[in-house]
RNA sequence: CGGGGCGUAGCGCAGUCCGGUAGCGCGCUUCGUUCGGGUCGAAGAGGUCGUGGGUUCAAAUCCCUCCGCCCCGACCA
């Protein structure tokens, strides 16, 4: 390609609003233009890049036995009615009406047409274990896109699924997914690591995420470095603190004004915060009913922990079961009698006030039961109990693990301290079992004549997302640094004064020997090219110049390298294929096995 | 959804407080010049000042509405 010809255009200053460097650098080198919030163009030069990213993901699903297919973007809503997703997800999912005012969906993932496929094609046992993926769209209308294609509402996903008789051939495909997803990510030069998960809106029984660690990520990891523990913080554990009992002493009131929060009760009382119990409500949302009458109802959800923890909402979500959980609004704590700042559950007697949404849950972290004489709120503004002892005081509907994992605390599995790190989620791996085949009676008939759900597992990578990853990772101060198995281009082509003709020559040299290159023909300054093929980075740039050519050669030189190297021009194109050579080479020694661990 | 910020030429910004002919740099076009790390000079093109309404003799500027974008939080993969 000669830059002349290419749409697109590097620019010198990013747009104000670009915040990473991923993102700043992908606009500036001409590579993505935003449309809206979350939504981006891939320009010519992108798309290449995009396409090998696409290539190595088909290689190496191919090579688990992956049948690459094509899936709707638009689906009919009455198949996610029937998976009841239609209805536990919010405005995350893209919904329409056709014109004949039927309801629509936008695909945010693919589980419901892959189960429709099964229920449709897969008859027997003899027709598993299949696994089939697609590259293709999809549309989650997120709350906050944000950092460039780090977090979009439309992007390309390569989404697997597998079908399997039993959860031994689920565990098969799930485990050879485990290493290929290492594979995928190494090639892309892009280092990531595997960490258990919460599943989340897919449901099922086991997930792990692949995290490329970065302070721009979102996602807090709990990591030990002793024993290789890592976890998602949304479900990380870790070995609670011994809870401090003793016997019970006599409730009594007293008045703390002004000590709205945990650290001001603290304070005021001259205790730590481990003596205190921290009350949190927090409104959830359940689904109950069958496919036939599906309906949402709120409770209100009293959430207790120990003041020196946070609260986990996820840890909370998944005790109760609940779809969705928001902060309660100040009138729904009020209708419970409870006074926010100072508030417990002492006191209150739920079965006789049930409160603004009814029925209202109490929840305790583990800790708490076993911890005698806290200090808890009075339920009246500027008062406080001491001595609250769970069991005489209050009891609880579920007592559960409800607490953040922190810097410091103590691995669960070999005792060590844990430490904190910020993750981009790159992948996913799910164990949905039948979780969606129940529902969709998508089955088969088992050797034993028997008829069964077929198991299932899904599997996704962010196209785009790894993209912007691999840019975050690999660029310097002057612009982006493209591993050569995702490079646009391999060689990038600079001619300078009175060598256009030499370039030109070379270029098509290259090109007829298969090597993808990028020739900069334009009219300007050697300074211009230069520091747009630094911003660009291709991996190999050939600066031809008057000078050289007068002794027949042309320089060579790598973007990650500051010296050059002088290359007689009949060699160039051995040359340039054994850098490539060499190149490719450097990534695939990175491509190490790993040991598998759940 | 809550809090904050922004919206003026392709990009970066000034002008808004205090109403009176819409500016600067980069980029773009043409001509000349220079030619191994963002040359120099000259002449140009390019803007419904996000939208709609209001106040006013007069609105980029003041008031109201709506829209969009960004950041933090909530939420989410």
Known sequence: MKISQMFGQTLREAPADAEVTSQKLLIRAGFIRQLGAGIYSYMPIAKRTITKIENILRDEMNAIGGQEMTMPVVHPADLWKETKRWYEIGSELGRFKDKNDRDMVLAMTHEEVVGDLIRRDIQSYRQLPRLVYHIQTKWRDDPRPRAGLIRVREFTMKDSYSLDADWAGLEKQYRAHYQTYFNIFNRCGVPAIAVKSDVGMMGGKLAHEYMYLTPIGEDTLIICDECGYVANRQIAAFQKPAPVGGEALPLEKIATPGTKTIEDLANFLGISRSQTAKA???????????????????????????????????????????????????????????????????????????????????????????????????????????????????????????????????????????????????????????????????????????LKPVIMGSYGIGVGRLLACIAEEHNDENGLIWPITVAPYQVHIVSLKDADYAASVIYDQLTQAGVEALYDDRDESAGVKFNDADLIGIPLRITCGKRGLERGEVELKRRTDTEKRNVPIDEIVEVIQAEIAALKAEIMVKVKPVVYKM
């Open 280 to 450: 949190v409500f927090l409104t959830a949302t359940f689904v109950e009913g069958t496919k036939a009458g599906l309906q949402d109802y709120q409770r209100l959800v009293f959430a207790i922990v120990r003041g020196d923890m946070e609260l986990n909402e996820t840890k909370l979500a998944n005790a109760l079961k609940s779809i969705d959980l928001r902060p309660a609004h100040e009138e729904e704590i009020k209708s419970l009698g409870a006074s926010p700042g100072y508030a417990s559950p002492v006191g209150l007697d739920f079965k006789q006030n049930k409160g603004l949404l009814g029925w209202v849950i109490v929840v305790v972290d583990d800790l708490i039961p076993g911890s005698a004489n806290l200090v808890a709120g009075a339920n009246e503004d500027g008062y406080h109990y001491l001595n609250v002892n769970y069991g005489r005081d209050y009891t609880a509907d579920i007592v559960a693990d409800l607490v953040n994992a922190e810097d410091g605390f103590v691995c669960v599995e070999c005792g060590s301290p844990l430490r904190t790190s910020r993750g981009v989620e790159v992948g996913n791996i799910f164990q949905l079992g039948t979780r969606y085949t129940d529902d969709l009676e998508a089955k088969f008939v088992d050797k034993d004549g028997q």
